[in-house]
Nanobody, 125 residues
Framework: QVQLVESGGGLVRPGDSLRLSCAAS????????MGWFRQAAGKEREFVAA????????FYSDSVKGRFTISRPYATNTVYLQMNSLKPEDTAVYYC??????????????????WGQGTQVTVSS
């Protein structure tokens, strides 16, 4: 069965950097889109970033654009989220997700079939 393994979360101070990683196993093929979502306490889960199956296009929410970078080594099921200039409002549980087959709108939760367990990122002074 498909499983996702996440790592990289932790407690950091404002302005610090973190890199989250997520590896998916059990997928039929490696050229699939992968994405990151986050959910802060008391709030709904929201889109953060996604990368097209080809690796040629990426998408970001306005709140993280210019600070976060999503990447995926060619032909792998591993995705990274480099987070720079972290702010307190970035505090949330971060979830990685992937699709069982290619989808259309990568900013939407319903386009993804599998989810990781989540990793906590806390940004506090």
């Amino acid at each position: 069965q498909v499983q996702l393994v996440e790592s990289g979360g932790g407690l950091v101070r404002p302005g610090d950097s973190l890199r989250l990683s997520c590896a998916a196993s059990g997928l039929t093929f490696t050229s699939v889109a992968m994405g990151w979502f986050r959910q802060a306490a008391g709030k709904e889960r929201e889109f953060v970033a996604a990368i097209h199956w080809s690796g040629r296009s990426s998408f970001y929410s306005d709140s993280v654009k210019g600070r976060f970078t999503i990447s995926r080594p060619y032909a792998t099921n591993t995705v990274y989220l480099q987070m720079n200039s972290l702010k307190p409002e970035d505090t949330a549980v971060y979830y990685c997700a992937t699709e069982s087959e290619r989808s259309s709108d990568l900013t939407q939760q319903y386009e993804y079939d599998y989810w990781g367990q989540g990793t906590q990122v806390t940004v506090s002074s």
